[in-house]
């Protein structure tokens, strides 16, 4: 039970799950009120890890939502990190203001922690809510509009090679998901899918085409018999194609949801093949990684009308468990002194030895080298975000000449962490 403000008691417990529909009500409302199609609410339903997940009450009255699903997230050298996927949180807009968000994050992290999760992580709806709480933006996503009548591509050897058929989404699902999975440990920030979460890719509703067709999937293919059988699946793309017409002619547009590919060559002939849709000129690309390789291909990246906005917000919720729990690029041992007020289990120094095979983190009485709150530790987490960029910012403070950069090598990634999809 916690009192705010003179009069008011709220009631912060777990969600009882034959509750769950005045507590997703509550959420919808607080990010609009505007109603979900039946196949996603169902979707979401089913999803919902009720013990994990909170609601503040008011009589009979649900006033905030918050819920954490347990992921298994891929950190630099390739372990999949238990982490709690901090989601629908949300808070009754007449109960702003009166503590009902710290209490839940204050009880959340505290139920992380007590369930052995060295992180927690979250897409931000207002970014400037979550700083304060210790996430720190870890992420990027590229976005780009593609103006596919005048850009070409530059395709490597062996695109040629790769086929590509047509195929239900729902028929491919178990290949493509496999083409997934396998991908998973070689990019930071990936999610290992658990069971029921393959259902996200397919999900279709028609109120939210704006306009465009029903989900499409082309997967792709290397070798065969030669005689029309496809080989092992390699790649495949989710789209939509959403028609126009203009006083020249044709102006559709292709919609992209998903790509993955095994190798440049499968990645080339997709993209090419969405370059190249009969009746459209402009491709709309939403969240892909920041280093990916079709920038590079593009005939005139002007045209591109590229894009880069926070994705995934990290929180060591365990300093020591989840700097010993990834990789460093180069050789480091570095003495840091952490700030973590609302974590304060976290607060003090800690010695990181570590290099592309291991590391060992210790509480240590040592002179710190570098000095940074856990929002800078989370944002640097992954690898995408140089630690000598936020000692730019005046967010971290080097107190050993030649730390600094050190530790920012050794902390980044040969390929930019990325969040493929949304909780």
Request: glycine share 12%; hydrophobic share 40%.
């Amino acid at each position: 039970m916690g009192t705010y403000g003179a009069e008011r008691a709220y009631d912060l417990r777990g969600l009882r799950r034959e509750e769950w529909d005045r507590w997703y009500d509550t959420l919808l409302r607080a990010f609009g009120g505007v109603a979900e199609a039946p196949e996603e609410r169902e979707l979401y339903r089913s999803l919902t890890e009720v013990d994990r997940s909170l609601g503040v009450w008011e009589g009979d009255e649900c006033v905030g939502t918050a819920g954490a699903f347990g992921f298994r997230m891929t950190v630099p050298g390739g372990a999949e990190v238990p982490t709690a996927g901090v989601t629908m949180v949300g808070v009754a807009a007449t109960h702003r203001r009166r503590g009902v968000l710290t209490s839940m994050m204050r009880r959340q992290l505290d139920d992380v922690r007590s369930w052995g999760e060295p992180l927690a992580a979250l897409t931000a709806s207002e970014p400037a809510i979550y700083g304060r709480f210790g996430y720190g933006a870890a992420t990027w996503q590229l976005g780009a509009e593609i103006d596919t009548s005048r850009v070409r591509l530059s395709v490597p050897a062996g695109t040629d090679d790769v086929r590509l058929r047509y195929a239900a989404p729902a028929d491919v699902l178990d290949a493509c998901e496999a083409v997934y999975a396998r991908l998973v440990p070689g990019r930071p920030g990936m999610l290992a899918r658990r069971p029921g979460w393959e259902r996200l890719g397919l999900l279709d509703p028609e109120s939210g085409r704006d306009g465009a067709s029903a989900l499409q999937c082309v997967v792709a293919s290397r070798g065969g018999d030669g005689g029309g059988r496809a080989g092992e699946v390699t790649g495949y793309a989710r789209f939509r194609v959403k028609p126009g017409w203009g006083e020249g002619g044709a102006e559709g547009t292709v919609v992209l949801q998903d790509l993955e590919g095994l190798d440049p060559a499968t990645r080339a002939a997709l993209w090419r093949f969405l370059f190249d849709i009969d009746l459209t000129n402009r491709l709309t690309v939403r969240n892909r990684p920041a280093d990916e390789a079709w920038q590079y291909q593009v005939s005139d990246i002007r045209r591109c009308l590229l894009r880069l906005r926070d994705m995934l917000y990290i929180r060591l919720v365990d300093v020591e468990a989840a700097l010993r729990a990834r990789t460093y690029r180069t050789p480091v041992d570095v003495v840091l002194e952490v700030e973590d007020a609302f974590c304060p289990w976290n607060a003090g120094r800690w010695r990181l030895s570590g290099d592309e095979k291991g590391a060992s983190c210790a509480r240590t009485s040592e002179e710190p080298d570098l000095a940074l709150s856990v929002r800078e530790l989370g944002a640097a987490y992954l690898g995408g975000v140089p630690l000598t960029a936020l000692g730019a910012a005046g967010r971290v403070r080097e107190l050993r000449p030649g730390a600094l950069a050190e530790a920012s090598l050794a902390f980044s990634s040969d390929v930019a962490p990325w969040l493929p999809h949304g909780f």
